[in-house]
């Protein structure tokens, strides 16, 4: 017992040391938390799904160009709460949400914001890659072609640009048009995210994108991740505190539906303020 | 001595072994069964079976009677069946599936009616064609009744099957779609009709494969007996191929038996090209999805 307690704690240390030191990121940047760059402000969220209270008033700021990473265990919401953000739970019968998602000062919620429109804009990636049962090219252009796009050249263009920023196009430039279930399981997952950034996002959820890669799967998609930064707004849900702890800017912790902490990713890992945080991060409970 | 474990063991596989001889036994017996038939079918229509045949109308002397009418009546129903049965069949699946609620109790209430549905007898379903179809819209004994009818026979065989084939649609692939802003019916058009393809060609073939054999519905209907003359509308009268062997077979010349075993082959030979059609569709739309 001893032992194991000694084990996870140099594992901690380990992680907290590499933490420190794999952080290339600009920090002053980071603590710059100014109204102005906040992209999706979530106020006051309670969900139920039937009569289970999912999400208990849930508030997080989410920043422009930052990624943001939600941690916690199975089942604590995290999930739950990425799909308000685009309202994918109206395809679940028997929720009911409260409380306001405002997206460039917005409210989202509101019956009166277009879900199309919404969905354009807030792209969403899946825990497994479930790319169409069709070509690679027919998947990329399956969101614009489905808003009305219909010239050619630019379809070509859209699916050369959203490839290369997917750093897929080198792979598959030469196969455009073979089935997209060829593909490798990390390929199928980028080609996912190539097919997001066809419609032209601002903001990408991702729900635990790299839980069915293996390990060299998952590094390629999280330095894709550093490189999106640049140009979106990127919250990820994941299950792995070392992957939220390798790439995220800012954290939030759920834990039954709540946000128990929230804050700078270096912050949270190194020094958590709430007794229940650091349980988790040191991996008492899980 | 052998041990407990071992006797197990040894008890397993025979019990393994049996079954493995039962089963294929049913197999082989079902095999032996069907090529009995179709050589008793085959040896008997053979000689009868020739072009003029098949061209030729039905008459009293055998040596002259052909069938041309009741394949031109048959390929007639079974066409507008097809066109009636499948866009309703699909419609209704994806509407259950898609659209309605599937924990109120009207569409469990509408589940549990078209399961029923499927096991009514076919006579009944000519019962109510007779009282619809033919009587209350005065379509008469027309083509167009005995589609209608045969639509309604097969209807909720089409609506099961469809519904299983768009169940199998992995929800992460709809989902996917819905991310991206794609409405309902786009997402029903781009993904869930082409990945359930297959599983509703194989379910509406099977059904109306069905339909093309059935005679009882039809004879309630009126379809005629004897036709001379081949339909040119939906709304002339008409014969099938099953009523039509069924008439030469209560023939009490033995030359009409052996014509009705040719007019046998002919059925047997538009259900099978039917069925093969299905199959080549079906395996169009598998190898697109791998």
């Known amino acids: 017992m001893i032992e194991q307690e000694e084990n996870k704690q140099q594992k901690n240390d380990r992680i907290k040391s590499r933490l420190i030191l794999n952080k290339p990121k600009n920090n002053e940047e980071s603590i710059n938390t100014s109204k102005e760059n906040i992209k999706i402000e979530c106020k006051d969220i309670d969900f139920h799904y039937g009569t289970n209270h999912a999400l208990k008033n849930v508030n997080l700021q989410i920043m422009e160009n930052r990624i943001t990473a939600l941690i916690g265990p199975s089942g604590c919401g995290k999930s739950t709460f990425i799909r308000t953000i685009n309202r994918m739970y109206e395809h679940v019968v028997d929720t009911k949400i409260e409380g306001t998602i405002h997206l460039d000062k917005e409210n989202v919620l509101a019956p009166d914001y277009d879900v199309t429109e919404l969905r354009k804009k807030v792209g969403m990636v899946f825990q497994k890659p479930n790319p169409f049962p069709k070509s690679i090219y027919e998947n990329v252009i399956y969101g614009p072609r489905k808003h009305g796009l219909k010239n050619k050249g630019q379809l070509d263009l859209i699916v050369e640009r959203s490839l290369k920023k997917a750093a897929l196009w080198d792979e598959v430039k030469d196969r455009l048009h073979t089935s997209a279930l060829g593909l490798s399981g990390g390929q199928q997952q980028r080609l996912c995210i190539a097919r997001c950034l066809a419609v032209d996002p601002e903001v990408l959820l991702m729900d635990e994108p790299t839980s069915a890669l293996d390990p060299i799967a998952t590094l390629k998609i999280e330095d894709l991740f550093q490189a999106l930064r640049e140009e979106y707004t990127i919250v990820i849900v994941t299950h792995s505190m070392q992957q939220a702890a390798r790439i995220s800017d800012n954290t939030a912790f759920f834990l039954n539906g709540e946000i128990i902490e929230s804050g700078l990713t270096d912050d949270l890992f190194t020094k958590p303020k709430d007794s229940r945080t650091e349980d988790y991060i040191t991996g008492r409970f899980s | ?290």
């Open chain 2, 1 to 290: 001595m052998e041990t407990f474990q071992q006797k197990n063991i040894r008890k397993r596989k025979l019990k393994n072994s049996i079954l493995h001889i039962v089963l294929a036994s049913i197999i082989v017996f079902s095999i032996i069964m069907l090529l009995l038939l179709l050589y008793q079918v085959f040896s008997e229509g053979l000689s009868r079976l020739s072009w003029s045949f098949i061209t030729s109308m039905p008459s009293r002397f055998p040596d002259r009677a052909g069938i041309a009418s009741a394949l031109a009546g048959s390929i007639w129903t079974i066409g507008l069946t097809i066109i009636f049965s499948v866009p309703l069949g699909v419609g209704t699946a994806l509407y259950l599936e898609e659209y309605a609620n599937q924990k109120s109790w009207w569409t469990k209430l509408l589940q549990l009616n078209i399961a029923n549905l499927a096991g009514v007898p076919s006579i009944v379903y000519g019962m109510l064609g007779l009282a619809v179809f033919v009587k209350f819209l005065h379509f008469n004994r027309s083509i167009l009744a005995g589609a209608l009818t045969l639509t309604l026979l097969i209807l909720p065989v089409i609506i099961v099957a469809s519904q299983e084939a768009i169940k199998s649609v992995p929800s992460p692939l709809k989902e996917g779609s819905y991310a991206l802003g794609v409405s309902k019916w786009q997402t029903i058009v781009g993904v869930i009709v082409p990945y359930a393809a297959p599983g509703i060609l194989t379910g509406s073939i099977l059904a109306v494969s069905r339909a093309m054999g059935e005679a009882a519905p039809l004879i309630m209907i009126g379809a005629a007996g004897y036709i001379s003359f081949l339909p040119k509308s939906p709304l002339d009268s008409f014969t099938v191929l099953p009523i039509q062997i069924f008439n030469w077979t209560s023939r009490p010349q033995a030359e009409f038996a052996e014509i009705a075993a040719a007019g046998i082959i002919v059925l047997l030979v538009l259900l099978l090209s039917m069925n093969a059609i299905a199959i080549v569709l079906r395996n169009k739309y598998q190898n697109r999805m791998d």
